[in-house]
């Protein structure tokens, strides 16, 4: 069965310092799909990035970027120069690409993130 | 583009009851999937529609139910309920094909937070 975990619950930090967001994941599929969603206090989840497991690229996007490591199943997230504005709660979540999950998410359990001006 | 909606946005029940949540999803998108959130269990996936169709379900009791509706709208509904049912309820839309999925995206609305009493 396939499982996410993010192991942090709570980060705080002030303004301009980076965070690092940690997901660790378990699947037995080889192919699947690693996500990133942001949740405000308005509830809305925001999609923020894919990655697919064949792809093990890093990504860069502004401030975000994204470290997709198959040897150790994780899929951290680091802001860099964090704002106020980026604080909420940040899920990772998974998809596996067999017929009958592929449009279920499995979600970790989310990090709360926190940045003091 | 307009995004998703859900309705209503707040909802307050009483034990027993049944009620009714309704979602609009992204306009071309045919896969509409509903997520329950509660403190305790995070977010969990309940079912996933497609052309009018239930193609997934994940581990939730018969009481929990939805439809799709030929523009894609969909409902779902919950009877009988309980206090344990109390939770940000959550609509999510993508883009899908009948033979499997063209984007793993998928785009959440606002949501719906029932409160059973």
């Known amino acids: 069965a396939q499982k996410v975990t993010q192991a942090q619950t709570e980060i705080s930090v002030v303004e301009k310092e980076d965070v690092t967001l940690d997901c660790v994941y378990e699947?037995?599929?080889?192919?699947?799909?690693l996500f990133w969603y942001k949740q405000p206090p308005s509830g809305e989840l925001v999609f923020l990035i894919r990655?697919?497991?064949?792809?093990?690229q890093n990504e860069i996007s502004g401030r975000y970027s994204w470290n997709f490591q198959k040897s150790t199943s994780s899929f951290n997230f680091t802001i860099t120069a964090s704002q106020v504005v980026d604080s909420a709660v940040y899920f990772c979540?998974?998809?596996?690409?067999?017929?009958?999950?592929?449009?279920?998410?499995?979600f970790g359990s989310g990090t709360q993130l926190t940045v003091l001006p | 583009k307009a995004g998703v909606t859900q309705t209503p946005r707040y909802l307050i029940k009483t034990r027993g009851q049944q009620v009714t949540l309704s979602c609009s999803p992204i306009?071309?998108?045919?896969?509409v999937s509903w997520y329950q959130q509660t403190p305790g269990q995070g977010l969990q996936f309940l079912f996933e529609?497609?052309?009018?169709?239930?193609?997934n379900k994940g581990n939730f009791p018969g009481r929990f139910s939805g439809r799709q509706f030929s523009n894609s709208r969909s409902e779902m509904n919950v009877s009988t309920l309980e206090l344990g049912d109390s939770a940000l309820y959550l609509c999510?839309?993508?883009?899908?094909?009948?033979?499997?999925?063209?984007?793993?995206?998928?785009?959440f609305g606002p949501g719906t937070r029932l409160t059973v009493t």
């Open positions: 306009s071309g998108h045919r896969s």
């Open positions: 699947t037995r599929d080889t192919t699947y799909y």
């Open positions: 979540a998974l998809s596996e690409a067999e017929i009958g999950s592929a449009r279920q998410l499995t």
């Open positions: 999510a839309s993508s883009l899908s094909s009948s033979g499997g999925p063209i984007s793993y995206e998928q785009y």
């Open positions: 990655r697919n497991s064949f792809d093990e």
């Open positions: 529609y497609f052309s009018e169709t239930q193609r």
